[in-house]
Structure formats: structure tokens, C-alpha cells
């Protein structure tokens, strides 16, 4: 294979444990092959869309490869579904595999193999692909929570970029507790509070637990009505972002029409910025999953759309 280009910039998804483990795992790359510390950029997918890609060469991870990627010194190293060929770029794509798994594997090559990385590579994976099967499934889910509740950016800051004393980290003990006590409480009240978005789509209201697993556990029960469910959350910056799942494929399709993307049962999109509460946000879901000229809603949807990126 040859060599890997030397990145001015590595950008990764910022929701996720897999996107800030992949993002390190590029940057621990960049310093063993060329001696310098790259800038680690880490993005959602609504900020995604409107980055302008001006760097000459990238290394990019945990983000969709599209068209516009397909740049010659780009390398995309990427789990999601994609449909566009690569004919420029370098593309290291598999989609049985997560992001950071895929990376973890390129560090090894390289001597960047640790037991304590194999470790996390594996949560990490079993995590971000909700291997349900695996025995580390509930533990593995304790570690990605952590980024879903003490964010990208300030795990990183606690962790001070050394991946490593994320194991067996105190944090996790937080994570355990909220799990065991919380999940069967927010499970029996969000059963009871699913609203229609749309004939596919259920919003799940939930107050307390685990987003995530409380949906397996819905998606899972045969009288929930809706093949597709979401969740919301609001950031601290006011960015509403939407969680959308499914079991046969039926989600990504969903995200896709809210500008969002990810894998066919679990993906996500975060919606315009001027939505800035929840109820706001169910009202523009029902609009954009159940669009209805009868309504009259116009103004409603242009309310809700960003301006336009400045050129």
C-alpha cells in the first residue's frame, strides 16, 4: 500500500466515542509518521455539511464518504454506507467494522498497539455497532455514555488526549449506577409517552437513563407502533440534535430527509438552528416527516431554516 499523506487537518465526528477514539488514534498516526501534532477538528453533521474543504490533503473519519471527498491526498476512513466511488481519494471503508476499529488497526501497523488499546478498540466497537450479543455489551455502552454526557471536548480535555485512563476510569462507576437505577424507571415512563411523528416515526420523550438502550429495549417490544424511533436532545449551546433508530434498515432514510446520515439502524441529525426547544423541535419533525399542503404551514418551514453559509 502506499504511503499515507501527510494530513493538514484530521476530522472526525463529535457525538460519538467512536469518532473521539478514531480522531486520537489519527493524531497518534500523524505524530509517528511525520513528527508533527495535527490539528483534530470534530464535527456533527449539520456543521459537517456546511465546512468548506480548502485543505490540499486530509484525513478524514467516522463521517459519511461522499463525493465531495474525492479529493486526491484525502483519506477517508470510514464504517458508514456509502454509495459514491472513490476515484481520487484514498478510501479504507468496511462497514462490519467501527471507525475507530479502523483506525486502531492502521495504528498497529505502525507500532501504535497497546493491550490497553486493544481493550478499548473492542468496547468501542461493541459499543458503536450495538453488538447486543456481546457480553461487554452493557459495560461497553457505559463507556460511550460517557461522551454522550460529559461531551466530545471535555472528555478529551479530562483525558488530556491519553485515550488510555479512560479504562476502568471513575466516571464509569457514575455510568453503572445510572444504568442499573435509571434505565428501568425512564424505560416504563418513555413506554407510556411515545408521540406519532409521522405512520413510521415515534418520538421518545424520555427524563432519565440511557437514551440509547431504553429505545433497544422499545424497538424490541412487539406492540411499540413505529418501526422507527427518535429522541432529542438539547445541547448547551441550544442545537437540538436528533437521535433516530430502527431495527431492519428503516432509519438512515429518516435522517437523510432531516439532513442528518450515519448507519441504516442508527444515525442521527441536528436540526436548524433556530429550533431552540423541544416542543419547537417536535413541530418541525411533524412538518418535515408529515408534510401536509392543507395545513398551510410555508412560513412555519421557512422559520425553521437556517440562513445560508456566507461565501
Not at 32 to 53: I, N, S
Not at 120 to 149: I, R, S
Not at 151 to 165: K, P, T
Request: glycine share 6%.
Amino acid at each position: 500500500m502506499d504511503p499515507l499523506p501527510k494530513p493538514d487537518v484530521i476530522l472526525t465526528h463529535e457525538s460519538d466515542l467512536d469518532g473521539l477514539f478514531a480522531g486520537v488514534m489519527l493524531q497518534r498516526l500523524a505524530r509517528k509518521l511525520f513528527g508533527v501534532e495535527v490539528k483534530l477538528e470534530a464535527h456533527h453533521y449539520h456543521t459537517w455539511k456546511l465546512r468548506e474543504l480548502r485543505e490540499k490533503s486530509a484525513w478524514v473519519t467516522d463521517l459519511t464518504f461522499e463525493a465531495r471527498l474525492d479529493k486526491p491526498g484525502w483519506v477517508v476512513i470510514d464504517h458508514h454506507t456509502t454509495e459514491a466511488p472513490a476515484k481520487y481519494a484514498r478510501l479504507i471503508h468496511d462497514v462490519t467494522k467501527s471507525a475507530g476499529l479502523l483506525c486502531y488497526e492502521l495504528c498497529r501497523e505502525h507500532g501504535l498497539g497497546s493491550p490497553a488499546l486493544d481493550r478499548l478498540a473492542h468496547l468501542n466497537n461493541v459499543a458503536d455497532l450495538f453488538l447486543a450479543e456481546d457480553p461487554d455489551f452493557d459495560l461497553a455502552n457505559d463507556y460511550a455514555n460517557l461522551v454522550k454526557v460529559y461531551q466530545f471536548w471535555n472528555l478529551h480535555s479530562l483525558l488530556e488526549g491519553q485515550l488510555e485512563r479512560l479504562l476502568d476510569h471513575p466516571l464509569l462507576e457514575v455510568m453503572t449506577v445510572k444504568r442499573r437505577i435509571e434505565n428501568p424507571l425512564g424505560l416504563a415512563w418513555s413506554r407510556k409517552n411515545l408521540v406519532a411523528l409521522s405512520p413510521l416515526v415515534g418520538y421518545v420523550e424520555t427524563v432519565i437513563g440511557n437514551n440509547n438502550l431504553i429505545v433497544h429495549d422499545l424497538l424490541a417490544e412487539p406492540t411499540t407502533p413505529f418501526p422507527v424511533l427518535l429522541t432529542l436532545f438539547r445541547r448547551t449551546n441550544g442545537i437540538v440534535i436528533a437521535s433516530l433508530r430502527s431495527r431492519n434498515g428503516e432509519a438512515l432514510k429518516v435522517a437523510e430527509k432531516l439532513q442528518g446520515g450515519g448507519h441504516p439502524n442508527a444515525c442521527g441529525a441536528t436540526l436548524p438552528k433556530a429550533i431552540k426547544t423541544i416542543p419547537d423541535a417536535v413541530a418541525y419533525l411533524k412538518y418535515q416527516l408529515n408534510p401536509d399542503p392543507g395545513l398551510h404551514l410555508p412560513a412555519l418551514a421557512d422559520l425553521f431554516q437556517d440562513p445560508p453559509p456566507p461565501r
